[in-house]
Structures are given as C-alpha cells and as structure tokens.
C-alpha cells in the first residue's frame, strides 16, 4: 500500500483529468473579463463605460453599484472591496466585470473603457509604509524571558538586516471559476479555491444570500501553493454575481499575465536582527523586527505574522527572546498565503544571524548551529515544550550518513586547485510545526457511503492540488475496510456534502481529513462487525478482520466476501452511510499572552547543500542537496518523497532566482514567464537524496505518517548559504549580505566587489 501510486497521474498524463477550464461549456454560458486599475494608488474621477457596454455582443458590465450585499471581501479584515468604488490601492485592483458572449468580445470592450484617475503617492516597500505609520493590523510580539537582560549576559552580540523577496506561486492552472444558477435563485460555482466554505461565505455577504443556496464544487486544482487559499475566492464571487444577475452560466478563467499582475504573492520582508552568544556559542538572546509587505489589503497577512513568529528560532533553542512583525501597507497587490507561510521569511532571518555570528567570531556557521539545536523539554518562545524532537537525530544522521566532514575536505582542496570554480556547502536544519496556527481551524469531516453493491464513495473537506491527498484518502478507507482500492471513489470536495470546511492549508490537509475518514470508516466497520457477530451467533470476544475483500473471524476466512456481507447488511436494514467529525486533541493557544500549544506535532529534517560557482559568469549549480527528512512512518513513501523533492526545488527558487520586480510606480515588470525565472529541469541540483529518518511515527499523523506539504520549501534556504560560500572562497573582500534571491547578477557583484 505505501508504494501506491497518485491515483491521479493516469489522467494528468493523459490529458483526461479535468479543472475547471475543462468543464464542457454550457449552452448560453457568458464569459467575463475583469477591467482593473491602471494605477497603484489614486482617486477615480470617472470611468466611462458608454462605448464598452454599446459594443454588440458585451451583456452587462457589473460595478460596486451592481452589488445586491456588501461590496467586501476580506477574509480576516473586512478591509477589501471586491470592485474598487472611488479610490484605487493597487496596480491591477479589480473595478469591474465585463460579461460578453465570448472572451474576444470582452476582450475588445475592455480597450473601450476610459477612466480617469488622479494619482496618489504610492508606497511599494514595507519599512516605507511602516515609517509613514501604514499598517494592516497592530504588530504581534512573542517574548520568552527577558531579552535585555539576555544581550547583557552575551559575551557578544551582532545586529544586521536581511531581506527577503516575495514569490509568484505560479500554479500551472490559473485562477478560475465558472458558476450557473440553478433554480430559485440558487447557484453552483465550480472554483479553483483551497477554501471551498470561504468562497461559499464570501459568496453568501456579497450576494446578500444564506449560505445554504450557494454550493461550491471543487475538484482538483492544477496546483496552488497557498495562491488559491484566499485568492482563489474574488473570481468565484466575481463570476457567481454575474451568474446570479443575469441567470446565465458565467466562466471567468484568468489569463496567466492577468494573473501574475493582479494577485498576492509570497510576502517580501525586511528584517532587522540583534543576536546575543555566550564563549559556549549559545544564543542567549535574539530580538527581531520583521516588516512584512502586505500589500494593500490584509487578506491572510495577520495569520502569516503568527507563524512568521512561530518558526523565528527554527531547530533552535533560544533562551531569551523578542520577536516583533508588522504588517506593512503598501501599494501592491495583497500578498498572501504560499507554502510555509511566513514560516520560511521567520527562519531565514535567524539562519542569517547564525551566519553572521560565526563570520564575526571566525567560527564554523555549522558549530553554532550544532551547539543550539533544540532538545527535549526545551521551550519554544511561543510556550510550547519540546517533545520527541528530532533535531540531533537528524543533524548527525545528515553529517554522518552523507559523509559532511569527507565533503568539507574535498571542497577546500577543490576550492584550493580551482580559480574559476568554487565550492560552497551549507547545513539547513528545519523544525516546522503542524496545526493550523488559529486552533479553532483545526477540524474537519468525512461523509463515507457504501452502496448496496459494496461499492464506496468517500467525501472530504480536503482539495487536490497535485499533493496526492485523494490517494491518502483512497489508502486511508482501502486500509480501514481492507477493501481493494478499485472499489473505492474518492469524491469531489463539494460544500453540499461537508460543510464548515477549513481550507486544505497549512499541510493539514491529510491529518484532518483523514482522521475524519478513518473515524467514519471505523464506524461503519463496528455497525458491520456487530452485525456479523449476531448473524453468525458469534462471541464478542471473537476477532473480526476485513482482508483482501473478506471477513475473516479469528484470523480464519468464514467464506464471506465484502460484497455479500453488504448485500446482507442492507437488507437487514443497516445504514451503510456515515458523516464523522475530527478536532486535533489537546492544542490550544492564548492570543492575549502569545502562549500556548499550538501544534499537534512538529516536523524535523537536515539538509545538505552542495553548490559550484563559475566565478567568470556568477552562475551556479547544485552538485548536490542531501536530506534526512522525518516522515514519521510514511503511509505513501512515493508520494512524500516527491513533496520533499518540489518543496526544496521551490524554495531554491525561492532564494536563488524568483526575483519579484514592482517599479517605483507599483507596476509589476517581472509580470511574465520571460522575466520571472523560476526552476526548471537544468537548474534542479544534479543529485538529490532524501532519506526517512528512522522513527515510530506520530500518533496525531494520518497513519502515523507526518504531514509533509510545506515543512521541506525551507530546505531551499540553505542554498543561500552554500552560495554564499563559495563567493567567499573566490572573494576575501566580500562582505556578508542577506539580500534573497541570490541572483546570478548578485553572485557576480559580490565575487567582484572590493572593500
Ligand atoms: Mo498554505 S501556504 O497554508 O495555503
């Protein structure tokens, strides 16, 4: 069962899966097109819609003023106008909807449009908007002991300053909706969202509907990487308005450049840091100030602070802390939700610390580390003790398993023989907690029928998007009924059948639902074994086992296959349906004093990070990224392993070439995939290995199989650092910058730069 393959890869090979720009148009469907500002920031003075809307085929161009509800969107903050109504706050704000008998005609009426709009200072950097005093949310602060006093106890301190770019998630589908009234007034909308309920609530406030008349189908995403957890939700809204007025069917599906310009990214930050050693090379003290770009509106950016502060000391212990973000303002496109969320900016901030630290002091950056990393019953500033960590084990399993001393010395011979090549290496230990970090998200509910013929269909809260989650769902009923996988069908993620769902977010995805699914499972299976038990004048003693499609008692076939037990079962009346609820036990947080026990369960890994430089151009390649990684006990090893391989190829990304560029005016100029790089096949590491660390697994895991989704992204950054080194090998002149992404560009400054 663990080498099942993703039940998905059949179709996407073959073209047959669908999204949502696959669904066969309906006869009448509309098409809609969204006009939006020209401008970062500026008062609208008049937009002109006269000829656009005389153009023979445009049906309605929808505005603020078409809005039967409220004209809001804001998931946390009520602070985001669905149609901007008289000022604009960024480049690509949406202001209306054109709805046209095809894309073509929308298209054209688009260029008939005239607005006028007088200009407004634009701010597009967060320590900008933080000196002019513009801020999302007031700032949210973790404090463990008392930090003052640990920087006296310091034999020294370094402060410095880092930052970090944001990040186009770049799914491969874009954006997209496509919604159909249905009778009295209902409506259905098939949306590429995370967050089915939020689009079906958000719908419901805009509309000025009860949530009940508005059902949200999901059925799988062509990726999302937190770009579709909230920012899915505006197109849904945008296309079910339509839908709802006109009573047509409306497809709104974004263009790839529409996309790029007009939605959220990862969260550029600007960080300034102080950090604090004893002569032992422990932190005593650390103390941060992160800006945070937030861009216009709130959006997640207060949930993506909390975890920002949550994963600030990463695999460490340190004993005094203060940590402090805040939200900037800025003229930009609402940032937003993408894998690690705000985890990654929070633990390259501390890395570049250590970093730091160790250039100062003359010391290996790999012995602070070590001397650091967290144990048993050390505290994390947020209050939580640490339990079952694995931060040593994983540490010294990468140093001895993919022989890091050998490799050291290999690199400074090669860096000794070779002027134009350098070697750089690089330690990236991680520790990434698993729960939503706002505790009442984390539950969830299945709904498992099995039909008369024995056959099962199985409905969850969570969204496929490429992680394979269905086929976690598939193994976790397949394992419960010891029924073949084939008779099993997992269903689309549909508001109708689970309600109140939380988003597939924050890698719980498999934990929550699962949990849920093998909860009903197991109900289904008791009814079942009681059944079988009174049919059979068994004992409540005897064992009932379901294998291989049969029932076994006392580990002995009875001759009883599953098909017949059901048949049976239904006609003695037994409901073979089940719906079941999951809440991850025992954790809590307490906002008013930032402490608490917020995650279920921690997840830890080391990574190993091999790069040369061509010191004549300032390009670079991976030799090699080695891993162990703590899966728990994988229910899926195929699965996980390929969460791990695109979770460190995007946070390489990440921090080596994805470089976001908005111009003074708040324009995006990295707005295609001609200017904006993003990985591919040659620039991947030539080797990777990913080994599972060697554990009993975790209780509170799906299968004692640990989530996965984001945890590993933050191996990336230590591709940072690997560079880094190798430019220091070069350039004895080169003086420390945490300025991510290192880009061949910066590479090439800094192999050149002189004091
Ligand atoms: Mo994910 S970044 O929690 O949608």
Redesign the pocket.
Known sequence: MSSMTNKDSNGHVRGTSLFVDDINVREGTLHALVFDSPSAHGKIIKVDYSKAAELAGVEQIFTYKDIPGENQIGGIIPDEVLFAENEVHFMGQPIALIVAKSLAIAKKAKELIKIEIEELPVVTKAREAFDKGLLISPPRKFELNDVAKGFEESDYVFEGTTFTNGQEHLYLETQGSYAFPLENGNIKVVSST??PTSVQMTIAKVLGLAMHRIEIEVNRLGG???????QATPWAVMAALAAYQLQKPVKLILERNDDMRMTGKRHPYESTFKIGLNKDLKIIAFEVDYYQNSGAAAD?SPA?TE?TLFHATNSYFVKNAKLTVYSCKTNLPPN??????GGPQGMYVIEAAIVKAAAELQVPVSKIQEVNLLQDNDVFPYGQLVQNAATKKVWQEVKSQFNWKEKQKEITDFNKENTQYKKGLSLMPITFGIS?TNTPMNHARALVHIYQDGSVGISTGAVEMGQSVNTKMLQVAADTFGLNPDSIKIETTNTTRIANMS??????GADLNGKALQKACNTLKTRLVNYIIAANNLKDSDSITFKDDEVYVNDRSIDLGWKQLISDAFLQRISLSEHAHYTTPEIHFDKSIEKGHPFAYHVYGTALTVVTVDCIRGTYEFDSVEIVHDFGKSMNQGIDVGQVEGALVQGIGWMTMEEISYDSKGRLASNSLSGYKVPDIFSVPKKVTVKALDTEGEAMAILKSKAV??PPLMYGIGAYFAIQNAIKAFNPDYQLKFDAPMTPEKVLMGLYERK
């Open positions: 995370q967050g999302a990487f937190g770009g579709k957890e909230d997640l993506i975890r937003t939700a993408f894998r690690g969320f939503f988003p597939t977010a924050a890698s719980t989704g984001e």
